[in-house]
């Protein structure tokens, strides 16, 4: 019987020891999700050259960058990071929102006429940031990013010694809000069907009746799964057309003194910044529900901000 129970004794530490390395597998892998789960803070754009058109743009668009390929997330093939899905759809978004600032930049902000050649390295930075952003390999989306935050420090350069150019004009910014309504109208009509997620015929919004027939329906399936994603991916456009109307404020000042709109910047502002908050997890409650609906509720915030952008546009159009 003693020569049993010590012959038990080593089965025991083995299954202990094994017990013991998936313990610390487990802990590391939550350690290391809560860590990359973490939403970025403000950016800081320092010191910048008051006698340079477009520094605060720029760099604001520069820090986004540099922050994206620190730690890119959507592309991520290995564990554990692989199973996040909250914090890549919100670098997706920030994507968006810095593709369409580079986009317009390159086509608006860097030429004094639409005739006039494009900035070298404006169209290298748009470029870059067509890769498609799921690529992990030939080439990496971390490695065009890179490369896009060097064509943007480049073109950084030449605004200071006058190879290239940047005009605040009332006009070119008009064409970057309009980009942002369109890409926040989109963004808009997920979180609004969040709560109508299968099989809902609906009317085409505003944004997209353009591309459709006359009384033509867009039929919408968004599996439950998604609504979490739809929720992340809003708040990193939020963030980033945020970060860049503090920019905006910054480059377009005069215009917008002239105009009477800092104001409404302001309010825009106000609304973006309202729309970061952090549900212990997102619900997706009926009207009728005990439970919150949080798709809606940054719905209801992010379309005023796109609201008052239509405003902005229209106050900078009036003579």
Known sequence: MEAKRSGDNPKKRHGGFIFLIILILVVVSL???VINSRKPDRLELGKLDKGVKGAAFVRANELLIRQM???WLPNDLFWPTAFLDNMPNFQIGELEVVRYNVRVLRDNLSR???TDKLDPWAEGAFTALSN???KWWF???ESKWKKAYKDLEAYSVGLKNGTS?????ADNLVELLSQYASLMGGVNTRLINAPQRKK???PATEDVRRELKDGEMIQLDIPWRKIDDNFYYAQGVAYALNESFVAIRIDFYEVLKRKNSLKLVDKILEDLERCHFEPWIVFNGSPGSIFANHSLNLSGVFNDARQKIYSLMVALQQG
């Open 31 to 33: 350690v290391i999700m």
């Open 69 to 71: 390929t620190d730690n």
């Open 165 to 169: 150019f940047f005009y605040p004009r």
């Open 200 to 202: 809902t015929i609906l």
């Open 132 to 134: 498609d952003p799921l």
């Open 139 to 141: 080439p990496s989306a």
């Open 112 to 114: 004094m006429r639409t």
